[in-house]
């Protein structure tokens, strides 16, 4: 079983950055498509970003296009989620999760990934 472990979040004012860490153990993100979800209170756990095997191929959800960037450094079996220009809707627990081999869709659905990590919280408030 991969351990995924977030870290990086915490309290941002309106219009900043963050940037969350997604580390793997056994350094073996090179084998696994990695996406990023988050949860706010009351809602469902929705799709934000995710990135290939290769870390060639990424994909976002509408609301966050031209703001956050996901990628990976398989040296370090790390993925990042660099989150600028963030908004009070950004507030809410974000994951990041792992499934084995590629993905050829679906990739932003949370039901197709079996490796998750216990979450990291933002809050963009002033």
């Known amino acids: 079983q991969l351990q995924l472990v977030e870290s990086g979040g915490g309290l941002v004012q309106p219009g900043g950055s963050l940037r969350l860490s997604c580390a793997a153990s056994?350094?073996?993100?090179?084998?696994?498509?990695v996406g990023w979800f988050r949860q706010a209170p009351g809602q469902e756990r929705e799709g934000v970003a995710s990135?290939?095997?290769?870390?060639?191929?990424?994909n976002y959800d509408d609301s966050v296009k031209g703001r956050f960037t996901i990628s990976k450094d398989n040296t370090k079996g790390t993925v990042y989620l660099q989150m600028n220009s963030l908004e009070p809707e950004d507030t809410a627990i974000y994951y990041c999760?792992?499934?084995?081999?590629?993905?050829?869709?679906?990739?932003?659905?949370?039901?197709?990934?079996?490796?998750w990590g216990q979450g990291t919280q933002v809050t963009v408030s002033s």
């Open positions: 999760a792992a499934k084995l081999g590629p993905l050829y869709s679906g990739s932003l659905y949370p039901g197709v990934y079996d490796n």
């Open positions: 056994g350094l073996i993100t090179n084998y696994y498509t």
């Open positions: 990135i290939s095997t290769s870390g060639k191929t990424t």
